[in-house]
C-alpha cells in the first residue's frame, strides 16, 4: 500500500530538499550536501516509479468509472455490461434499453469524480459528471447534455462492479431519478432471463 493517494506531494517535497541541499552545497561545498542533493533527487524518479506501479483501490474504482462511460460512449454494450454487477439485472436491462435509445458524440468528457470507499474496502461509492452531445436514436434530438450521476460499486471477484446508479441534478447535487419504476419495467418486460 503506498502512503499517499498521489505521488506529487512527496516528489515536491524531495525536489525542494534537493534545492535545499543544492544551495547548502553551493555555499559550503561541502560534499554531503551534494550527496543529499543527489539522493533527494534520485529518491524523486524511485517515487514516480512506485507510484505508477501500485495501484490504490480508489484508482481501480477510478479506472472503472471511466472504462465503463468510455464502452457505452463507443456504444460497446458487452464490455459495458462487464462493469455491472450480475445480481443487478434490473440495472443491466436498463442500461441495455439506454444503449439502444441514444449515441454519445465523441466530445465526451468525464470529470469531478469523487470516490468514497466503504465497508473495508469492498463497496465504494463515486459522484462523477458526464458531459457530451447526444443522439437520442430514431429522432432528430441532439443536443449537449450535463448530467451528474452517483454511483454504488461492489467489489466482485477482484473487479469494480455497479450495483446502484442515481441520476442527480448537475447544479445542486439532489436526486432526479433513482431508476426504481424503469428497471422494474424492465424486469417486467424482459424478466430476469
Known sequence: MWFTENAWQPMLFLTLAGMMFGMVWYRR????????????????????????????????????????????????????????SRQARGLQLLISSAHNLVKVRDDMRVTDIEIDLLNDNTRAKTRFRVNATIEAIGQSYVGHQPTRWEATWQLEEGEWRIINILQLDPINGNVITDFSEERNWALRMFGNN
Open 29 to 84: 561545498l561541502q560534499t554531503r550536501y551534494l550527496i543529499a542533493m543527489a539522493a533527494c533527487f534520485l529518491l524523486v524518479g524511485v517515487t514516480w516509479f512506485v507510484e505508477g506501479a501500485i495501484v490504490t483501490e480508489r484508482e481501480k474504482v477510478r479506472n472503472s468509472v471511466v472504462a465503463i462511460t468510455t464502452s457505452f460512449q463507443q456504444r460497446n454494450l458487452e464490455q459495458t455490461l462487464t462493469h455491472v
